[in-house]
């Protein structure tokens, strides 16, 4: 693929993703995104029509766009790029991958770089071409790609022994659901599942020998509100899917998108680090 090619789709892209969400269209957004992205997208598009979110839609660009093809026989490739919308642009960029899909090139992920993340470099050879690795290749790895994902599954519900979370470096997600279980507690019992989901992941050869992963994460929960002299209550915030209060229980199921650097095994300590993600919620139900 060609550096115009790139920055063809990549610019059709824009144009197609600023038109669906002016009018918020399932089906132009399946014009143009596919895998976790597009089921996302689609539970945010619902949950903004019941929600009645008609405010004046305002478009966007993204600049300096980075592009890394793989020398593959998959053809997909990996934008890095900043947001920038009417007054503002992110301070932090977002990976964009693309990956062809019968009629046409998708972006199935978008996931946004945390803030202060120290964002690997893309090994590239004399072509210039990035090198895809495998999701079970962890020659010369801390973990292969898969293992990671299945890792990184469990220790979002809080799960695995000391020496498997010892793998992974602390981030936001999974502080993030440590604290939620524990403060819902008073609440409601918690009940929570994930796995990797059934999307494809990617991932690339990065300049230190390590790999810079890209997978998705499903995790389900189910809130069953526990019953007493006080009427406790659950609820999800500024989300159509699920409205109002639940006084019995409430269950959702949420995709992840997650990027992560897996160092080298260079026999130094190392740890995995979530660098970036984009998440959101697919389904719900309660009463």
Known sequence: MTAQETAATFADYIKRNNAANAVMSDTLLAGYEGGSSLAIDKASYASARKLGDD??????????????????????????????????????????????????????????????????????????????????????LLMSPAAFAKGYAAL??????????????????????????????????????ARPAAYPSYALRTADGGALAFTTIERTKRYDVRQGPERNYVFQENNGLLQGKYYTYMKLTELIQVVAHIPPKDGKPGQVKVVASYRGIISGSGR
């Open 156 to 193: 979002v519900t809080g799960k695995g022994t000391k020496a498997e979370k010892s793998r992974y470096a602390a981030d936001g997600i999974v502080t993030d659901a440590a604290s939620n279980r524990l403060k819902m507690n008073r609440y409601a019992r918690v009940n929570e599942g």
């Open 55 to 140: 405010d004046d839609y305002q478009p966007f660009v993204y600049t300096r766009p980075t592009f890394h093809v793989p020398a593959s026989s998959e053809p997909w490739f990996l934008t890095t790029a900043y947001w920038k919308g009417k007054k503002e642009t992110a301070k932090q960029p977002s990976y964009l991958l693309f990956a062809r899909e019968g009629d046409g090139w998708r972006q199935v992920y978008s996931p946004d770089v945390f803030k202060g993340a120290d964002l690997p470099r893309i090994a590239t050879d004399a072509s210039g071409a990035a090198t895809e690795v495998g999701q079970a290749d962890a020659a010369g």
